[in-house]
């Protein structure tokens, strides 16, 4: 079996290190007699990631350099490392962690790879609508993978549970074979995998949420502590995540994850409570600010992605408005 994660960032650092490190796990669990989905080498794993300029000169003198936040550990990784991907070099899945505007900007060179499985993982309020294009439906698979953290120079800060987390899902919906077998993958590695039969609608659900948490952190300067203590950003940036699924339910796309159903379900009083709390903390600022002020580019494309959802609807979206314009511009 061939992994390659395609982008080196905090995530894809995280997962090609954790998998590489189980690598006998991972053989264990794709020689189960009861796995019936084909990979061509299933005598060997072999895990890469693929990354450019300074973090492929970092990783090849380095290794991936993991500082586990909650684990209060640090972990080195020589996990193989690639430059490019060539239309030859085949993979039984490629894992792409990647800003959403740097995902469009590789499209070509997936497309020209013959791999069968392509999972994006990462922030998506469009679906496959600007991947099919290239490649085809069949070999496309959606998530979000549940961590955050900072790049340090060489080293990856990184804030994730004891066992990581991914979502999963078909675009038609259904529990496929390959799903099974990326489930066996990650949990072999400690990211238990969570399906979903909406994939589309948890991902726009996720960027209503994400959205405005980042325009918040843009509307406190780039200072989740400072947002944390004004009351005012902290309902604005509550409307404006209200109003976002107001969006998507007028449109008849329902909740994913069914835990959103019950976060707005509690009082106000409640709800600036829960947010002050999360955004007040080391954690705030590593899974929610360092994110947001790395990757300004990938949260305005997201947010631009928003805006189209909204014109679809008859929802008006007041508190939205107000923190996009706090979007810094690059």
Known sequence: ??????????????????????????????????DKYPINDKHSVEISI??????????????IIINHYLQKKETIVNVPVIETLEEEDIYDFIFVIMRKNQVLEILSILQRNKSKNIIFLGNNGTGIDDYQDLISKERIILGFPSAGGRREGPIIKSIHSEKGSITLGEINGKITPRLLIIIKIFEAANFPTILTDNIDAWLKYHIAMVSPLANGIYYANGDNYRLA???????????????????????????????FKKLFRYPRFLQIFFFKKVLGSEKGELAIRDHAMAAVDEMRQIADEFQEIIKKSSVPTPSINKLYAYIPIK
């Open 1 to 34: 079996m061939k992994i390659l994660f395609y982008g080196a960032g905090v995530i894809g650092s995280l997962c090609a290190s954790e998998l590489f490190s189980h690598r006998d796990k991972i053989k264990e669990c794709i020689n189960d007699e009861e």
């Open 50 to 63: 693929l990354a450019r300029g300074k973090r492929l000169e970092d990783i090849r003198k380095n290794g």
């Open 229 to 259: 203590k004004d009351r005012n950003g902290i309902k604005l940036v509550i409307l404006a995540i209200k109003e976002g699924f107001w969006v998507l339910k007028n449109l008849n796309i329902p909740i994913y994850p069914d835990y």
